[in-house]
């Protein structure tokens, strides 16, 4: 059964179009050699993630993507075995929503800040389904 996890972390400076566009690179190309899939959100400097893969492979990713000077404030707001994965067409999509689009994803009224958005998503974790579910639709249009 494949592993999921989403995580969130805070950028520890502004990235760039062509600092982004090296991490995809770098994560597309590592991904593909590990069998791992999954999608990257990035808003208002903050990288939101999904990962999928062997449970192993990815717990190692993870440790990895915490040790990395590019990031702080790693957390983990959803892990488990999945019957399918939900990314299995993507070594690493990418989407840059505005953090309204995102906080309509996961179903929260009004604008809010991303900080309040990674809030509400720990408080309450039942909201991480339909945001994998909004993040899929995206990126099939």
């Known amino acids: 059964m494949p592993f999921q996890v989403m995580y969130s972390s805070q950028a520890t ?3 760039s179009a062509a600092s982004l566009g090296q991490i995809l690179a770098d994560a597309r190309a590592g991904n593909q050699a590990r069998d791992v ?4 959100v990035y808003v208002d400097d903050v ?3 999904i990962l999928e893969g062997e449970e192993g492979v990815v717990r190692a990713l993870m440790a990895s993507i915490a040790a990395d000077s590019r990031h702080r404030s790693v957390t983990v ?3 488990a075995e999945v019957d399918a994965r939900a990314f299995e ?3 690493m999509a990418y989407l840059s929503p505005t953090a309204a689009e995102m906080a309509a994803w996961v179903g929260l009224p009004g604008a809010v ?3 309040e ?3 509400q998503v720990q408080r309450d ?3 991480v389904p339909r945001l994998l579910v909004n993040v899929l639709d995206e990126l099939s249009r």
């Open 13 to 15: 400076a502004p990235m």
């Open 37 to 40: 899939t999954g999608a990257l």
């Open 47 to 49: 990288f939101f993630q």
């Open 77 to 79: 707001f959803h892990e």
């Open 89 to 91: 067409s993507w070594s």
């Open 113 to 115: 800040t991303v900080g």
């Open 117 to 119: 958005l990674q809030a």
């Open 125 to 127: 974790p039942d909201r």
